[in-house]
């Protein structure tokens, strides 16, 4: 991996580094940036915000219900047995399982989606630098291809306080 | 294949068995080749005979396969047999007709008890310090032969005592035989809650000397002078069934059920009017009773006819007995004893009941026979709805043993230390034989039992546990229990026909027990001077008693059929029944109400002590069954416990609680237990139930509670010479807080707790 | 003081992790000894017969189920507290929810091991799963003891999440901070995490759905709780406020245990920087408002009893109020009650010392409020003959001790692991030194809040 | 298909405890010991509950027998999450021990108390073991264990009946209590059968059930006893 970045010690050089490389004509896409915390009050901290996460856990609760229902109803009608003069498919206690399986499913649902676009490592997304964890913003490109490598370290160069460093 | 190799075979397939079943040593163990064939898992029914009380209940026994460990040549093994499993009572039987009592389902745990005794014994340590070594049956009757042999020699023969419980049935009959033969006084019968007073008392009033049938079933009104009839007297199933068919067997008519005692009995506790009078009064509320009915003119005085012209001015109307002057004596007002007087002359038929603690006390003969008369007044006797005695089947004369045997008839041992004095005294026999009584724990401390069995050189005990009594034995011959054994009655009362009770063994012996019937026909025969009782073993004597008997039905004899149904019943062939009636008696001072007299002062013991016979282990005699002592006692709820039952109103006056230990001290000793505040008992008076306290009778009963009867003063009623047990003056002190000797099954006293806040 | 900087954070938060001292193993030693008494116990329990227990009939539930509802009360504190405050975005949280989640996940791990302990044959505890036995035989769903497992279960599940996934960024801070063994496993635990924008945004949509999903399930969880109660027809069990009244004296009893918590942590982790007074202020009105609803529901349960009059009612209900278990009662309300009223309603008393006194006595009174809706009720149902009393054998005490030691002890084992305080969400706080905080005024507190 | 039912009638009642004791030799129930007993452990299926009522000397006391009342809306099957207790086709509150997990919700829930826990493995003295009725499964620690009706007796009955090519006839039925009941105060049978004796009794004016007000429904009937 051929990568160059640069580490800025506060979000206002770190904007600067990413406008700049956005000048030079890189898109988000190619854009890393790296935080030791959420940086939702600039600009970049902001990158690649939508998200389907929403409508995949109300997607995980509608099959958590399903399965809920499906388990109850089954479990019940299987062996039918008497208890109390209860109906066999009584609604009112059956309403708890499909509340509580419901919102397994949603939760379920979430962390999945969370791991599975977030967090399990991409190909070629390795850039990172431990200093981040003391503080500094890391800004970056991987493996550039339509800009030449002076030229992004002249743009992530050029914000106050920037160090660039470059991995082959 | 012969014997020897099949069994090793089954014991290999019972090792492989046993691997199948790892962990459990019982699967380890060999399984022998059973001596009889059963069936796995099909129930057999067959027909039994209680032996816990006189009333000779009728039993189905209810037989099914259990696989029991046995030693067989020197191997531990386990072989199935044929087990009891559940008693029931006979439907057909005449006495309980298929009902039975909370001890008599319990009866199947003394064959099955883990503390009998399983062989004879021998004593090998001090007396009472229940050391004993095994002894083979040969050798231990050699032992009692020569023992009786030395008597013989000796010309002593009369120096052999008897001590049985009582009942009168085949097996009375036959120690009757053995003694009278041997040319030993007839047995000594002790039971601490005996009925003597009654009998005695009926047979004055009726010519008959047993205890009445009552036919409560059809009665209308039924007075009870503290007869706790559905609980321990007489024949409480019997009573029971009456009473159920009593109370709602008629349609349309409902028996009313009035109680005079001072402590509620369980049978109390069922009455529509529970009337406290004071204690040893009793007699006076019968005769105002009578007084009441023959003034209102609803039955004339000499309707009682023999039975009213035992009392002293029954004939003038019982002037002395006018409902004011009973007030005045047994604290009953008078215009209850007005009411009820009326109610039982005109709501017939009415029965009076009395026995328990009424004919307990030293005025007991007069309270018995004040009742009889108020019987006898309104026409009770041998009437639907009123008094019955059962035809008593003669045994004597069903075996023809009415030739005078030799020897002059010698007086029975007595267990007191006075009395008259041409009596033996129990000191002074020779050899004793011990069969089922328990005086030891049942006779009060004064008559000083244990030091008069210290004098007796030589002690048999048929019994099957170590009770204290049997514990000072020096042989012990152990019985068979009474599934193991062939077993008869004859039901002194319970039934208006004439009934006797036969069963065979429902199954084999557990141990190497043997019936003492067969053993005292084996020691007759072994004699020097042979018994020559006719017969060889206890089955032929009962078959010889029965083939006496007509048979009910045309096909078979009276012996077959009655082995199969369990009893005979019907009426006695002339000759064969007791005297119907005994002849009136000599003329004598009619009787009149003497205040009773009471051990100890009034002032230093200020209440009266009843004890009573348990409802779960009567006498204590049955306290080693461990279903009985986790029973709830229907009025305490107690279990595995003994108690004393104080007024609420005394307990607080004296400071005690619920579950505080009191010592119950008289004149002669004391006793301590927890207390129980009941409503259902006077202010002046404490109860306690007897049956606990053993020093020594299995692991179920030893050490547990406390005996009452080591609190009675040695009074007796002077017209019968019976220890009048309700005539003891206790003082009641708290000892200490609750000790946790007192285990109730119930949470609470009272059904509306909130209403008693 | 100092505002502490990103590097500081670290070094504060990370240090309880790097180095260890003696008192780590002594208090390990202690709250692991007790533990280990209550696992013989428990094993004792098992071997010998569960009758070594003073569990008898008609009692058949006291002690065990009381530290069931107790725990899963306490387990209140965490998740619920938290994930309200994340949704209204309260600043103050952001050192308190950690510690608050992590009460919630161990509480919720103890309790539930007491329908296991409670169990007259726990070897079979898993006949309660709904899966396809041989037995062809599915748990009742009708029964509340599967609502139970379904409640539990979703609400553990949720709450591990819920306290696992802001871990992965602090995880990865370990990860940078060390070196050898601890290195390679914070490495793995941290799970690749770099903080890209994606993925910080998505951890925070996450865990804003998580918020809103646990609150319902928090809520739900002790109703059912409460329905193990409610749908037996006992005196005083058959009522329908139980519901509410079990969730609010959940939370109540969570916050008290939270507070707690807190105190402990600040004092012994020297987290003076970073659990203020104003936290303490701030839970401490909570407390104070929940004392007060739940004095309303005491209030409530106990007049309609007391209107209603019906007998087997007012039998339990005088036990109580003045006859066997009276002296227990009147101490519940003055823990639950009186203690904190009076401690957290006047502002004076409302200093850290004045809300971990408060707090203690508020976990007594509700532990003794669990007790005492249990036992007095299946000690008196309606026929007298069956009454009964209880008191614990040493069986049950010992458990019950050894599992407030367990929770210490777990408490102990995740600090010395996991940094106590959420550091990405602190540093993303941009927390103000507290010296820019205005002195607390009326304004200012409910600002906090943010409701 | 019958719905087995009880009549009690209090007026026969003695409270004599009979029926306690054959209880437990018909149905292998355990004596606990002094220790379990002072514990609150002791089992009885059938209890004969008494109750005081006034002050000496106008006092006066109730005997009820309680055992399992076969509720038809019985509090204790829904709550118990393995349908260890449930209801037969024949309305009986069937208790099945092997299903049982233990949970005893099934008695906190019974307003009779009519349900006792094994808090031991029940244990006999040898050889009071050869008595166990090997129709009655034993129990284990840790299970609930109550009154079934003698639900043994009632398939042993059904058995022997279909055999004969006949219907159960009323009263060929006893569970061991009322067998034994020696004033008769206990009768069981088909509720189902108008005919039947336990039918009369329990449309008796003198009937009433216990606790009716909790909605259990259960289906012994107790027939007051009067004055």
């Not at chain 3, 804003?208 to 329905?227: L, Y």
């Not at chain 3, 007998?311 to 005088?318: G, L």
């Not at chain 4, 309305?91 to 006792?116: D, H």
């Not at chain 4, 009263?171 to 039918?199: K, M, W």
């Amino acid at each position: 991996m051929k990568a160059v970045y640069g580490l800025y010690p506060d979000g206002q050089s770190a904007q600067q580094a990413v406008n700049r490389l956005r000048a030079a004509g890189l898109t988000d896409r190619d854009i890393t940036v790296i935080s030791a915390q959420p940086m939702e009050d600039f600009e970049f901290g902001r990158m690649d915000d939508s998200t389907w996460m929403w409508w995949f856990a109300c997607l995980g609760g509608l099959i958590g219900m399903s399965v809920g229902l499906a388990l109850s109803w089954y479990t019940a009608t299987a062996w039918p047995m008497n208890v109390g003069g209860l109906p066999t498919f009584a609604w009112w206690p059956k309403l708890i399982i499909l509340f509580e399986m419901t919102m397994l499913g949603a939760i379920l649902a979430t962390v999945i989606t969370l791991v599975v676009s977030a967090i399990i490592p991409r190909k070629g997304q390795t850039l990172y630098d431990p200093e981040v964890t003391d503080g500094k913003i890391l800004v970056g490109v991987e493996d550039p291809i339509n800009v030449s490598l002076p030229a992004i370290e002249t743009a992530l160069s050029s914000p106050s306080g920037a160090r660039v460093k470059r991995t082959f | 294949m012969d014997r020897r190799s099949f069994i090793k075979l089954t014991a290999v397939t019972g090792a492989s068995a046993a691997l199948a079943s790892c962990g459990n040593p019982e699967n380890q163990l060999i399984r022998f080749v059973p001596d009889e064939d059963i069936v796995p898992g099909i129930a057999v029914w067959k027909p039994g005979v209680c032996p816990l009380c006189a009333a000779g209940c009728g039993l189905t026994v209810r037989v099914m396969d259990a696989d029991a460990e046995v030693v067989r040549n020197g191997q531990l093994g386990i072989v199935r047999i044929a087990a009891a499993k559940k008693l029931e009572g006979a439907p057909n039987h005449p006495v309980n007709r298929g009902g039975l009592c909370a001890r008599g389902q319990a009866a199947i745990q003394i064959t099955y008890h883990p503390d009998r005794i399983t062989q004879p014994l021998k004593r090998a340590g001090e007396r009472g310090d229940g050391r004993y070594e095994a002894i083979s049956w040969d050798d231990a009757l050699g032992e009692v032969v020569s023992r009786l042999d030395a008597l013989e020699a000796a010309g002593t023969q009369r120096a052999l005592a008897f001590l049985s419980r009582g009942g009168a049935g085949h097996r009375a009959a036959l120690i009757e035989q053995f003694l009278a033969r041997f040319g030993a006084p007839p047995p000594l019968v002790y039971e601490l809650f005996g009925d003597e007073v009654l009998r005695r008392a009926n047979a004055v009033s009726f010519g008959r000397e047993q205890l009445p049938t009552l036919d409560l079933a059809n009665a209308r009104f039924v007075l009870s002078f503290g007869a706790d009839f559905l609980g321990t007297w007489n024949s409480p199933v019997a009573q029971s069934v009456a009473y159920g068919a009593m109370r709602q067997g008629r349609p349309g008519i409902r028996g009313g059920f009035v109680q005079v005692e001072s402590r509620m009995s369980q049978t109390g506790a069922n009455a529509d009017e529970w009337i406290p009078a004071r204690p040893g009064t009793e007699g006076v509320l019968a005769l105002g009773l009578a007084h009441v009915i023959v003034a209102a003119g609803l039955r004339p005085a000499s309707a009682a006819s023999r039975a009213g012209a035992l009392i002293d001015g029954w004939s003038d109307g019982l002037q002395g007995y006018a409902p004011e002057q009973v007030e005045k004596i047994t604290g009953v007002a008078a215009a209850r004893v007005d009411r009820l007087g009326r109610q039982f002359a005109e709501m017939r038929p009415s029965v009076a009941i009395v026995a328990g603690p009424p004919l307990a006390h030293t005025n007991g003969f007069f309270t018995a026979v004040a009742v009889n008369a108020l019987n006898a007044l309104v026409g009770n006797i041998e009437q639907p709805g009123g008094v019955f005695f059962t035809p008593q089947l003669d045994l004597a004369a069903a075996l023809k043993m009415k030739t005078p045997v030799a020897g002059a008839p010698a007086p029975p041992f007595r267990l007191q230390p006075e009395g008259d004095e041409d009596d033996p005294h129990i000191g002074d026999a020779q050899v004793l034989f011990v069969d089922g009584a328990n005086p030891v724990f049942t006779a009060p401390r004064l008559w000083r039992i244990e030091q008069a069995l210290a004098k007796a050189p030589y002690i048999v005990s048929f019994g099957s546990f170590l009770d204290e009594t049997a514990v000072r034995a020096d042989l012990i011959l152990p019985d068979h229990s009474f599934l193991e054994a062939w077993s008869g009655a004859v039901p002194e009362s319970g039934a208006t026909v004439a009934v006797a009770s036969v069963a065979p063994p429902v199954m084999r012996p557990l141990y190497q027990t043997r019936a003492t019937p067969d053993v005292l026909l084996d020691i007759g025969r072994r004699l020097r001077r042979p018994l020559n009782l006719p017969w060889q073993t206890f089955e032929e004597m009962l078959a010889a008693a029965f083939a006496a008997l007509p048979s009910a039905t045309r096909d078979v004899d009276a012996w077959t059929d009655a082995q199969g149904k369990g009893m005979w019943s019907g009426t006695l062939p002339a000759g064969l029944g007791r005297a119907a009636s005994l002849p009136a008696p000599p003329a004598a001072r009619p009787l009149a109400y003497e205040a009773p007299s009471f051990d100890g002062d009034a002032g230093e013991y200020p209440f009266h002590f009843l004890p009573y016979p348990s409802t779960t282990f009567l006498d204590g005699s049955l306290a080693h069954l461990p279903w009985l002592q986790e029973m709830p006692d229907p009025l305490t709820s107690a279990m595995w416990s003994s108690w004393v039952e104080i007024n609420p109103a005394t307990a607080e006056r004296l400071g005690i609680g619920q579950g505080d230990v009191v010592e119950i001290a008289s004149a002669h000793g004391s006793v301590r237990a927890a207390a129980i505040l009941t409503p259902g008992i006077a202010p002046d008076m404490v109860a306690m139930p007897a049956g606990q306290g053993h020093r020594t009778f299995t692991r179920y009963a030893s050490g547990r509670g406390s005996n009452p009867v080591e609190v009675i003063a040695p009074v007796t009623e002077p017209a019968t010479g019976a220890l009048a047990w309700a005539a003891t003056r206790v003082r009641v002190t708290r000892v200490g807080p609750p000790d946790g000797s007192l285990i109730l099954f119930a949470g609470g006293m009272r059904e509306h707790p909130e209403e008693h806040r | 003081m100092t505002h502490p900087t990103g590097a500081r954070i670290n070094n504060d938060l990370i240090r309880p992790l790097l180095l260890t001292s003696w008192r780590f193993y002594l208090l390990v030693v202690f709250f692991g000894g007790f533990v280990v008494a209550g696992v013989i116990a428990w094993i004792s329990q098992m071997y010998y017969g569960f009758g070594i227990a003073g569990l008898k009939w008609p009692i058949y539930w006291a002690f065990y189920v009381t530290n069931f509802v107790f725990w899963i009360g306490i387990s209140h504190a965490g998740t619920l507290i938290s994930a309200i405050l994340r949704l209204v975005n309260a600043g103050w949280r952001r050192p308190v929810t950690r510690c608050a989640e992590v009460i919630t996940v161990f509480a919720l791990m103890i309790g539930a091991l007491f329908p296991l302990i409670h169990l007259g044959r726990p070897w079979l505890a898993f006949w309660l799963f709904p899966y396809p036995s041989e037995r062809l035989i599915w748990p009742n769903f009708r029964s509340p003891l599967v609502w139970d497992f379904f409640a539990i279960n979703t609400y553990l599940t949720g709450s591990t999440l819920f306290l696992l996934l802001p871990m992965i960024p602090d995880f990865a801070v370990v990860r940078d901070k060390s070196t050898g063994l601890r290195h390679r496993i914070y490495r793995v635990l941290a799970l690749g995490w770099r903080g890209t924008p994606k993925q910080w945004h998505r951890l925070e949509s996450a865990m804003q759905i998580m918020a809103i999903a646990i609150i319902p399930v928090a809520v739900s969880v002790h109703t059912v709780v409460s329905f193990d109660f409610s749908m037996a027809p006992i005196p005083m069990w058959n009522t329908t406020i139980f519901g509410p009244y079990f969730v609010a004296g959940a939370i109540f009893s969570g916050i008290a245990g939270l507070l707690i918590a807190m105190a402990v942590l600040r004092k012994f982790l020297h987290l003076e920087d970073y659990i203020h007074p104003v936290h303490f202020e701030n839970l401490g009105k909570l407390l104070l408002v929940m004392a007060l609803l739940w004095g309303y529901f005491v209030f409530n349960e106990r007049l309609v009893t007391y209107y209603g009059n019906g007998p087997a009612e007012m039998t339990v209900f005088w036990q109580t109020q003045r006859e066997s278990f009276a002296p227990l009662y009147w101490t519940m309300v003055t823990c639950n009650f009186v203690l904190p009223v009076v401690l957290m309603g006047i502002r004076r008393f409302r200093t850290i010392a004045g809300c971990v006194i408060a707090s203690f006595g508020v976990i007594l009174g509700m532990w003794l409020e669990r007790f005492l809706i249990i036992v007095p009720s299946l000690g008196h149902k309606y026929l007298p003959y069956s009454f009964g009393s209880y008191s614990p054998r040493p069986a049950e005490i010992v458990i019950t001790g050894a599992t407030f030691a367990a929770m210490a002890l777990l408490y102990v084992l995740f600090a010395k692991f996991v940094p106590i305080i959420s550091i990405w969400e602190l540093k993303a706080g941009e927390h103000p030194s507290p010296a820019l905080i205005p002195p607390a005024t009326a304004e200012h507190r409910l600002g906090e809040l943010h409701l | 298909m019958p719905r087995w039912g009880m009549a009690a009638d209090l007026d026969r009642c003695n409270g004599c405890g009979a029926c306690v004791v054959a209880c437990h030799a018909e149905n292998n129930i355990s004596t606990v010991g002094a220790g379990e007993a002072a514990r609150g452990r002791a089992k009885h299926w059938i209890r004969v509950e008494r109750y005081w009522e006034g002050d000496f000397p106008d006092v006066r006391v109730k005997f009820r027998p309680v055992l399992c009342q076969h509720c038809d809306n019985a509090p204790c099957e829904p709550v118990c999450p393995t349908y260890a207790s449930h209801h037969t086709e024949d309305g009986l509150n069937a208790q099945v021990y092997n299903r049982c997990i233990g949970t005893r919700y099934c008695a906190n829930a019974c307003p009779y108390n009519a349900r006792f826990f094994d808090f031991f493995n029940p244990s006999w003295d040898k050889p009071l073991h050869l008595q166990l009725n090997p129709d009655v499964s034993l129990r284990m620690v840790g299970v609930v264990e109550k009154c079934t009706f003698c639900v043994q007796r009632i398939n042993a009955a059904r058995v022997q009946a279909k055999a004969e090519g006949r219907g159960v006839r009323d009263g060929e039925i006893q569970p061991a209590c009322a067998q034994s009941c020696p004033s008769r105060a206990l009768v069981f049978g088909d509720l189902d059968d108008p005919e039947s004796e336990v039918s009369r009794l329990s449309r008796s004016p003198r009937g009433s059930k216990l606790l009716e007000d909790t909605g259990a429904r259960p289906k012994v009937t107790y027939l007051a006893r009067q004055a």
